[in-house]
């Protein structure tokens, strides 16, 4: 297994790699705008800064990476930030991240919410708050996309990431078919089942085959995430294998991407079989905060001046931030506005694209490769919802 970030067999010279090909340069940023252009903040010592230095020279994502990823499609804003989660699931406002990626030479961005509560979820009516709140997400974004269309490259997009969950016995997304259906995209996901439901594979496949006949639903987020099932035994692992197989047939046939999120990443022999069954592909950060891989997997690294903001972070999402918590936090978005996303997800972006390379993946079968592979991708499912 090599999804964590010592073990991939890439190393961060094949950043510098993608940096260096030939190909179209971006502009650098302007610092008039955000003081210092994008810095690509996140690992330290001499060793890397040395192998940095070309990276910090390019004020933006190199074409090569921009081949491969040109909108994010899993991005969750304030609004992520529901009343009540008391932890903050999104910081940034629509506009400041629509900056953000447009310096970063995106050209669309999913403003995918979080439904009830990701760790427990519960049925949402048409009419309860956050339906009703998700409904009015979809008018803001769409009025933001109408100004914003002619001015900026990077135009945004409506989207919710419901959740898979369990009503009793049966396995439902948490958000009504009426208020998806107002949404232009829509992610489902697991992410917090019962503990009897994480290990069976009757269970994991009817939660999972649940959202794929779903109509409105257009990806599986972070497919493997969240399944406890032991593969040791050679019989254990066959039917485990056998159980994808079939999802991902049903994937194919529903016109459903399978994510390859950079957060919560999955078993690269799953991302082969999909491959090499025609499912499509999106390469999403699944974005909660612009530093969110600082430090990611380390705790004992964390600084002060970090524990400080996390703090104040909870502070803002539970509503008891004091008038200097805000101050400091209005300062920290700064200052994390004006820095890339860092080295830890570019190098974890630039592995995956080298991987899909190596499997015969075409940057055409990764859905967020382009914005007119995108909305080719919404229309063929908007075919298929009203067929």
């Not at 932890?87 to 900056?99: A, K, S, T, V």
């Not at 491959?275 to 964390?302: C, R, T």
Request: glycine residues 6%; negative net charge; proline residues 6%.
């Amino acid at each position: 297994m090599w999804r964590n970030d010592t073990s991939i067999p890439f190393s961060l010279s094949d950043i510098i790699d993608l940096m260096t090909k030939p190909s179209e340069s971006l502009p650098i940023i302007d610092e008039q705008k955000i003081g210092a252009h994008l810095k690509f903040h996140g690992l330290s010592g001499p060793e890397i800064d040395a192998e940095l230095v070309d990276i910090e020279k390019s004020g933006g994502l190199p074409a090569e990476i921009l081949r491969w990823w040109r909108g994010d499609a899993h991005t969750h804003s304030a609004e992520s930030t529901r009343e009540g989660f008391n932890y903050p699931e999104g910081l940034y406002h629509y506009e400041e991240i629509l900056y953000y990626y447009e310096m970063l030479g995106l050209d669309f961005v999913c403003f995918t919410e979080h439904a009830s509560l990701p760790q427990s979820p519960c049925v949402q009516e048409p009419t309860s708050a956050i339906s009703q709140s998700l409904l009015e997400h979809t008018k803001r974004i769409h009025n933001l996309r109408k100004e914003l269309s002619g001015k900026y490259r990077c135009l945004p997009f409506a989207g919710v990431e419901a959740n898979i969950m369990y009503e009793g016995e049966k396995p439902r997304i948490d958000i009504p078919d009426e208020v998806l259906a107002e949404l232009d995209f829509v992610i489902a996901s697991r992410h917090r089942v019962p503990e009897e439901k994480r290990t069976e594979l009757g269970d994991i496949r009817e939660s999972l085959s649940s959202a794929i006949v779903n109509p409105y639903v257009n990806v599986i987020g972070h497919p493997d995430r969240d399944i406890q099932t032991k593969t040791e035994d050679p019989r254990a692992a066959e039917a485990y294998w056998q159980m994808w197989k079939e999802l991902l047939g049903e994937m194919r046939l529903k016109n459903k991407a399978f994510e390859i999120n950079l957060k919560a990443q999955p078993d690269p022999k799953l991302v082969q079989m999909a491959a090499d069954m025609g499912v499509k592909f999106f390469l999403n950060f699944d974005a909660h905060e612009f530093n969110q891989f600082l430090n990611y997997g380390d705790p004992s690294s964390i600084t002060t001046e970090q524990r400080k903001a996390d703090a104040q972070k909870y502070a803002w999402a539970s509503g008891s931030a004091s008038e200097d918590d805000l101050s400091d936090l209005a300062i920290y978005k700064e200052e994390k506005l004006a820095q890339g996303p860092g080295v830890i997800p570019i190098l974890r972006l630039t592995r995956w694209i080298k991987y899909l390379e190596t499997i015969g993946v075409d940057p055409r079968q990764v859905v967020n490769s382009s914005r007119e592979n995108f909305l080719a991708f919404l229309h063929g499912n908007s075919e298929t919802q009203t067929a």
